[in-house]
C-alpha cells in the first residue's frame, strides 16, 4: 500500500488558481461569443441593431428578450439596440432602458427622502432603492448596533441630495433594492464629478473601482451613474468627463480600457474643444478602431 504525503495547500496558492481559472472561463465566454457574432456576419465587435431588423435565419439559435421570430425561419430584432448572445441564445439589450440591478451589483445613488431608519436612493431605475441605517458603517468603522440616538443623527450621515456609491444586497418583495454600504470603499462621494449614461453601456466588470493613467479615480456604476475623483486637478475630471460622455453619444461600451484609449486621443485637443462634432468623431474613430484591434473587444 502506497502512502503519499501532501503539503497543505496555501491560500496564495489557492487564490491564483481560482483566478486563472476565472480568467480562462472569462476567455472561453469571449471566443464563443465572437463566434457567434461571426456566424451572425457581424464584425469582431458587437452587433447593432434597429426594430425588424433580421438578425439571423439559422436555425441553431434560439430567441431571448428583445427579439421576435417571423416565419419560416427568420429571427428578428424588437428594439434597437447590441446583439448580445449567450451561447446560442440570441438576446438584444436595449440601448436606453430603465436600468434593472441584479444582486452584488456595485451602484452609484443619490438620496431622495431621509425617512425612519433608511434613505430612500435614485438609481435611475424604475422605483428607489433603500439604504436602512443598520447597513451602513458608522464614523471611525465602529462596529455595533444601531441605536436611537444613531436615528436621530440620520442627517449627519447622509442628506437629501448626497451622492453615495454602494452595493445591492437583496430585492424587498416590492422590487425595491435593498442597499448596504458596509465596506471602507463604499460611502459617501465627494470631491469629484457626476455622469449620466446610459446603463447597458457601462460593462460589467471584475471591478468597478479604475485609476487612470493619468492620476483619475473612476467608480463606473452599473446603474449608469459615474464618478471621476480627483482632489487637485479639475481639467484632467473635465477632459475624462468629456471623453465618458463621447463614449456615450457614440453608444461604445464604457469601461477603464475605453476611456483610457479615449483620454489618450484627446490629449491633442483642448479641454473646451472636446465638445465638438468632428472633434468627437475623430476621437471615436481612433478609440473603435483600437478597441476592435485588441484582444478584448467591447465584451467582458
Known amino acids: 500500500m502506497n502512502i503519499e504525503f501532501l503539503f497543505p495547500r496555501t491560500e496564495s496558492k489557492e487564490r491564483h488558481e481560482h483566478d486563472v481559472e476565472m480568467l480562462e472561463a472569462d476567455l472561453e465566454e469571449e471566443d464563443l461569443k465572437r463566434e457567434v457574432l461571426t456566424s451572425l456576419n457581424s464584425s469582431d465587435a458587437f452587433l447593432m441593431v434597429t426594430p425588424g431588423q433580421r438578425i439571423t435565419s439559422d436555425p441553431q439559435f434560439m430567441k431571448g428578450h428583445g427579439t421576435y421570430h417571423l416565419p419560416p425561419d427568420s429571427m428578428l430584432s424588437a428594439v434597437a439596440g447590441i446583439v448580445e448572445p449567450v451561447n446560442k441564445l440570441i438576446l438584444v439589450r436595449p440601448l436606453h432602458t430603465r436600468y434593472t440591478g441584479d444582486i452584488g451589483d456595485l451602484v452609484i445613488g443619490r438620496i431622495t427622502e431621509v425617512t425612519q431608519k433608511r434613505w430612500k436612493v435614485d438609481l435611475n431605475s424604475r422605483q428607489d432603492g433603500v439604504l436602512q441605517l443598520s447597513s451602513i458603517n458608522l464614523p471611525g468603522g465602529v462596529q455595533r448596533r444601531k441605536t436611537e440616538e444613531d436615528e436621530l443623527q440620520m442627517r449627519k450621515f447622509f442628506i437629501e441630495g448626497d451622492l453615495l456609491v454602494a452595493e445591492i444586497h437583496a430585492f424587498f418583495q416590492d422590487g425595491a433594492a435593498n442597499l448596504h454600504t458596509r465596506n471602507s470603499k463604499y460611502g459617501k462621494l465627494r470631491n469629484g464629478s457626476f455622469i449620466n449614461v446610459p446603463p447597458p453601456l457601462v460593462q460589467r466588470c471584475k471591478t468597478h473601482f479604475h485609476t487612470l493613467p493619468c492620476g483619475i479615480d473612476v467608480i463606473l456604476g452599473l446603474n449608469g451613474y459615474i464618478w471621476p475623483i480627483d482632489d487637485s486637478t479639475r481639467e484632467k475630471i473635465a477632459r475624462v468627463c468629456n471623453c465618458i460622455n463621447a463614449l456615450s453619444q457614440n453608444f461604445v461600451y464604457i469601461n477603464d480600457t ?15 474643444e472636446l465638445r465638438r462634432l468632428d472633434v468627437i468623431d475623430e476621437i471615436m474613430s481612433i478609440v473603435v478602431a483600437k478597441v476592435a484591434s485588441s484582444k478584448t473587444g467591447f465584451f467582458q
Open 258 to 272: 475605453a476611456i483610457i484609449y479615449a483620454y489618450d486621443a484627446s490629449l491633442k485637443f483642448h479641454v473646451r
